[in-house]
């Protein structure tokens, strides 16, 4: 775990990768409440998600991404400005996406909210 200067403890974080060099201005981080991405290097751009929000995760394993041992994890919410971000070409994939689960069923809990509470009236409850 690494803190920052707004003393964020990070669970996790890793930059976008070219042929499995951390070589982008594309960094990825994830503490216990939420999902951060910095995009940029002299025009930078800051987006994140709150974990109670995600309503599901897809993980991607390309040929080439496998040749590199990257992958990608796709993060499904209910955020209005958004919806699907990819977490892009990160190393132990399989492991970032189990610990994204993990994190976003705490963040749920500790929330007390159910999947049923924030998903539109076409999605399935998961209580009913």
């Not at 991405?37 to 080439?64: C, P, Q």
Request: hydrophobic residues 35%; proline residues 2%; glycine residues 6%.
């Amino acid at each position: 775990m690494a803190k920052n200067s707004l003393n964020i403890t990070y669970l996790w974080q890793d930059r976008k990768r070219h042929l499995g060099l951390p070589i982008s201005f594309t960094k990825y981080a994830l503490s216990e409440d939420r999902i951060f991405l910095e995009t940029g290097l002299l025009n930078v751009k800051y987006e994140e998600i709150n974990l109670y929000r995600v309503k599901d995760l897809t993980l991607k394993i390309s040929f080439g991404q496998k040749i590199f041992g990257v992958g990608s994890i796709i993060v499904h919410s209910a955020d209005e400005t958004n919806a699907h971000l990819e977490i892009r070409n990160v190393k132990n994939p399989k492991e970032v996406k189990e610990l994204l689960h993990t994190s976003v069923e705490k963040a749920r809990a500790s929330a007390n909210i159910r999947v049923g509470e924030y998903l539109s009236g076409n999605d399935v409850c998961d209580d009913c």
